[in-house]
């Protein structure tokens, strides 16, 4: 099966910084789009942002000029450096791939278990 472990999460002050890290492993063939999502107490999943495997980024307006997303393809890796955090940050981040298993297997997308930013004075 696919795993994705996030990392980096955690308690920073307001104006602070935090980097993400989220590597994929197992059965993977190819990985066309990886990126991250947010989840604040009683609001929706939304989207943070996303890169392509061509590593052509997407970003919410709410985070552009703020946080920048990169990956690693030989490492499966995606990461997210946060800077200049607000308190309205402050929310569950998941690791997202959409990938292949398999050649010959459609394409799926897989999450990981999510990792807790706090922004806090």
């Known amino acids: 099966q696919v795993q994705l472990v996030e990392s980096g999460g955690g308690l920073v002050q307001p104006g602070g910084s935090l980097r993400l890290s989220c590597i994929s492993s197992?059965?993977?063939?190819?990985?066309?789009?990886m990126g991250w999502y947010r989840q604040a107490p009683g609001k929706q999943r939304e989207l943070v942002a996303t890169?392509?495997?061509?590593?052509?980024?997407n970003y919410a307006d709410s985070v552009k000029g703020r946080f920048t997303i990169s990956r690693d393809t030989a490492k499966n890796t995606v990461y997210l450096q946060m800077n200049s955090l607000k308190p309205e940050d402050t929310a569950v981040y998941y690791c997202?791939?959409?990938?292949?298993?398999?050649?010959?297997?459609?394409?799926?997308?897989?999450w990981g278990q999510g990792t807790q930013v706090t922004v806090s004075s």
């Open positions: 890169i392509t495997s061509g590593k052509t980024p």
């Open positions: 197992g059965r993977i063939f190819n990985i066309y789009v």
């Open positions: 997202y791939a959409d990938l292949q298993q398999w050649l010959t297997s459609p394409r799926n997308d897989f």
